[in-house]
């Protein structure tokens, strides 16, 4: 029977094939991908975890030795990093268990003989290491080996007081790498010792989780299991921190962080010889599972805190150096460079897994954006919408256009976190984030071509707030009928007070316009090229090429009737003689040649669970009520319905086609797709936009 959750914590899972073996499974792997390393004998029989350089010889070398190590679970530190320029061998223990002394002397006997150059010992300030290095330091004397030993305590969160003094963190590999590039250049042991000392002296570090870690068949600590608090100054063992808090934005964590730090002698004793401020190193490290798009924004902010107060980051970089099995956190360590721990630390080194810090600029650099032929729109592909560039939209067609790009952003965005909701049933969670930007980003290219054309902001304003008000409405009817919030279904939007024959004319008047028919649907097609450049710039994935080639349909299907296909404009004034009929067949060419773009592309078909499956039968509404001779109204109605139905059909089986095609959870069969839903949700505002037209203009 399983153990409930109130007979406490249960064992960790891991991959591993036991908890009593998976040190020495893990240096297997580290070694066979390693081959320049070595390990001494007995190792399974014996528990000699030592790692060696495989050129190192102790009987001729003229270098001094430096060894390290610790306990397990901190990988890739220790044995990662050995190799030229920094350990000449790592001792590894038990997870989180100190290595035994005769472990560390094998170690110190296997790198450095009697009367020679000797061996330096790097040390994290724990009781368990201090005491096991410090026995096999005191039995290698007696053997005639010259032996130093430096301890890293660079924890400037937690102070354990005048005998334990701080933890040894990720500061640590800072003084690995000074000690082991100043033995690689030949210095005698003291001045190694001493490199290593004003390495540690220098470095500070402050470690941040919303985890405790997994130690391999023991229980998980439940201490941290609240998921809005985040845990300020931990160890790297899972040992408790100097606080709890709730989880502030990263901006907010990192100033405190940085204030904690603030307050060691890295930072708060800045001045060298002659008054000047000295540079910083600046590291932030995975504690475990901390993503590299988190630790970027860490060591942004951290460095704009470090800008602020007028020190200079001279060297930066974001590592998995020295972690704890998988805490989902990360440590920020500072080190004071005076110039010859820089070049220290800038030295080249063969350890694997050293990633070497970087000299950042104050601002990024930027290139030019490449020039392009223009487009037929003469809108900038890459910034549309945006200064002179854009279409300046006048005329009636164009104008609806807006309103209903307003009423769709509205629509989608208002429903963000049902969409990411059913997204992540089978996929990342992200569509409804991803369906708002574009949505957004269109909606922003239609208010600046409307200010460019001379509208007036207020009228903007107005025609804007009411269609967004159309779509929200519309998004409250439609929405629940994919989330179960209600058991009635939405009703296909109607018009108010009018039978649709109006929006004909509402539509229609682009042939009645100032600029006549033929700049109208001209100004159609720049509106449409200016949101298919916006969505391609905007969004990501695979919605984005897909509203991308939708919008680029339309606007081929406006130019079209703009021009009659041969330039002479008898399209568009054809379009406006038949009123609604001439626009229904362009909306019904525009969505056909638009979804047939989208179906060759992503090579999904009708019924395989995708947004195909409402945009198909939408498209197919409006060309069956066009060749009907029905209204706009009637034909927007009817593509509304279809798409609805089309994206409710995709509830209750498996996708076929997409990344929810790669989940084949009953879960995931039984949702609605995402995609297909935004669809309907784009359908519905645009006819919502139409009905009120038609009310309007009755």
């Not at 009593?20 to 066979?32: R, S």
């Amino acid at each position: 029977m399983a153990a409930s959750e109130a007979d406490g914590p249960r064992n960790a899972p891991c991959f591993t094939d036991g908890a009593t073996t998976h040190v020495d499974d893990a240096i297997d792997g580290m070694l066979f991908c390693n081959p320049q390393l070595v390990e001494l004998e007995g190792r399974r029989e014996h528990g000699m975890r030592v790692i060696v350089r495989g050129d190192w010889s102790r009987d001729t070398t003229d270098h001094v030795a430096i060894v390290s190590g610790g306990g397990s679970g901190h990988e890739p530190a220790h044995a990662g990093y050995v190799g030229a320029g920094m350990l000449t061998a790592a001792v590894c223990g038990d997870v989180f268990a100190s290595p035994s002394v005769a472990a560390v002397l094998a170690a110190i006997a296997a790198t450095a003989r009697p009367g020679g150059p000797g061996a330096l010992l790097i040390v994290k300030n724990y009781t368990g290491d201090k005491l096991n290095f410090g026995l096999a330091a005191e039995k290698a004397r007696a053997a005639g080996i010259a032996v130093r030993v430096v301890h890293v305590a660079d924890d400037a969160a937690v102070d354990g007081g005048r005998i334990t003094g701080r933890r040894g963190l990720a500061g640590t590999l800072l003084v690995h790498k000074c000690a082991g590039a100043a033995a690689a250049r030949g210095a005698c042991l003291s001045d190694v010792a001493a490199a290593a000392e004003a390495a540690a002296a220098a470095v500070a570090t402050v470690g941040v989780s919303l985890t405790t870690c997994s130690v391999p068949g023991a229980p998980r600590s439940r201490r941290l299991d609240n998921p809005h608090t985040v845990e300020l100054g931990l160890g790297i063992h899972g040992e408790p921190g100097r606080e709890a808090i709730t989880l502030p934005s990263a901006t907010d964590l990192v100033d405190r962080v940085m204030t904690v730090l603030s307050a060691a002698p890295a930072l708060s004793k800045p001045v060298e010889e002659g008054g000047s401020v000295p540079p910083l190193a600046l590291l932030v490290n995975d504690l475990g599972a901390c993503s590299g798009l988190e630790q970027a924004i860490i060591a942004g902010a951290a460095a704009r805190w470090l800008s602020s107060r007028g020190r200079r980051v001279a060297l930066a970089a974001c590592i998995r150096g020295m972690t704890a099995i998988d805490m989902r956190g990360f440590s920020v360590t500072i080190m004071s460079l005076s110039p010859a721990v820089q070049e220290l630390v800038e030295a080249g080194t063969e350890a694997p897994a050293w990633a070497p810090l970087r000299r950042p600029v104050a601002a990024p650099r930027t290139v030019p954006l490449p020039r392009l032929a223009a487009e037929t729109s003469g809108a900038d592909p890459w910034f549309p919408g945006q200064g002179g560039s854009g279409p300046a939209l006048d005329g009636a067609a164009a104008r609806l256009a807006a309103r209903c790009l307003w009423a769709a952003a509205a629509a989608v965005g208002s429903s963000e976190a049902s969409l990411n909701a059913l997204d992540a049933v089978s996929g990342d969670g992200d569509c409804g984030a991803t369906a708002s930007k574009g949505a957004c980003a269109v909606a922003a290219v239609a208010d600046a071509s409307l200010s460019r054309a001379g509208v007036p902001s207020d009228e903007v304003s107005l025609m804007r707030r009411e269609a967004m008000a159309v779509g929200r409405a519309t998004a409250s009817t439609l929405l629940p009928k994919f989330t179960g919030d209600e058991a009635k279904p939405p009703s296909a939007p109607t018009p108010r007070g009018a039978d649709g024959s109006a929006t004909g004319s509402a539509i229609g008047s682009a042939a009645g316009s100032a600029a006549g028919p033929a700049a109208d649907l001209t100004q159609l097609a720049a509106l449409l090229h200016a949101c298919e450049a916006a969505v391609s710039r905007s969004m990501g994935g695979s919605s984005g090429v897909i509203q991308a080639l939708l919008f680029a349909a339309a606007a081929a299907a406006a130019a079209a009737g703009a021009d009659g296909g041969d330039g002479s404009g008898a399209g568009a004034t054809a379009a406006g003689a038949r009123g609604s009929d001439g626009a229904v067949s362009l909306a019904a060419r525009a969505a056909k040649a638009g979804v047939a773009a989208v179906m060759a592309a992503g090579g999904a078909s009708p019924g395989d669970g995708t947004m195909v499956d409402a945009l198909f039968p939408a498209a197919e509404a409006l060309e069956r009520v066009g060749l009907a001779g029905g209204s706009a109204v009637e034909a927007a109605r009817a593509a509304a319905d279809a798409a609805a139905a089309g994206a409710e059909a995709t509830q209750g089986k498996a996708a076929a086609a997409g990344r929810a095609s790669y989940v084949g959870t009953a879960e995931a069969a039984a949702a609605a797709d995402p995609g297909a839903v935004a669809a309907a949700l784009w359908v519905h505002a645009v006819a919502s936009v139409l009905s009120d037209a038609a009310m309007t203009q009755g």
